[in-house]
């Protein structure tokens, strides 16, 4: 979520569960409330980076970051 904590400089206890939202609507509001933490993915420091990314690619960034 844009709106949600860095996910690099996130501590996020584990175990966790990983919620993902559509690439259109993301996240339901209720869903969304139930959640304990909320976290983005950023992009480059440069500003130069893509504004979002399909779920596909965010799943794959989010394991990496939790791995």
């Known amino acids: 979520d844009m709106t949600g904590d860095d996910?690099?400089?996130s501590d996020i206890p584990?175990?966790?569960a990983l919620?993902?939202?559509?690439?259109?609507e993301g996240l339901h509001r209720l869903v969304r409330d139930r959640c304990d933490y909320?976290?983005?993915v950023s992009?480059?420091?440069d500003g130069k980076?893509?504004?979002?990314l399909n779920v596909g690619v965010a799943c794959g960034v989010l394991l990496h970051e939790f791995s």
């Open 49 to 52: 980076g893509v504004e979002s």
């Open 14 to 16: 584990r175990p966790m």
């Open 43 to 45: 992009g480059r420091s």
């Open 19 to 24: 919620v993902l939202g559509s690439e259109s």
């Open 7 to 9: 996910v690099s400089t």
């Open 38 to 40: 909320v976290v983005r």
